[in-house]
Nanobody, 117 residues
Framework: QVQLVESGGGLVQPGGSLRLSCAAS????????MGWYRQAPGKQRELVAR???????NYEDSVKGRFTISRDNAKNTVYLQMNSLKPEDTAVYYC???????????WGQGTQVTVSS
């Protein structure tokens, strides 16, 4: 059974930093691309950052230079380091992967990030 468990969200002032973590189980983690998505109130869920099994990364334009996605295959964990946070980064952040064989998308429960003074 695939499980993704996020942690690390919270309330932070503009310009601050947070690091999100997503612990995965039920998959051979090192073989899977992992992604971070976010959904703000009244908006569609959007891809924020993605990291391939080989460590290649890509980012949504608005977070380039501020956010960094990384992975630790020994810990089955993917991270999202978020710096220079802005109020428009406020959203629920979700960890995602797609099963290599079944192609089913799996999501974590989400973690709230609020950027406000």
């Amino acid at each position: 059974q695939v499980q993704l468990v996020e942690s690390g969200g919270g309330l932070v002032q503009p310009g601050g930093s947070l690091r999100l973590s997503c612990a995965a189980s039920g998959i051979i983690f090192s073989s899977y691309a992992m992604g971070w998505y976010r959904q703000a109130p009244g908006k569609q869920r959007e891809l924020v950052a993605r990291i391939s099994s080989g460590g290649v990364t890509n980012y949504e334009d608005s977070v380039k230079g501020r956010f960094t996605i990384s992975r630790d295959n020994a810990k089955n964990t993917v991270y999202l380091q978020m710096n220079s946070l802005k109020p428009e980064d406020t959203a629920v952040y979700y960890c995602n992967t797609r099963h290599l064989i079944t192609t089913i998308n799996y999501w974590g429960q989400g973690t709230q990030v609020t950027v406000s003074s």
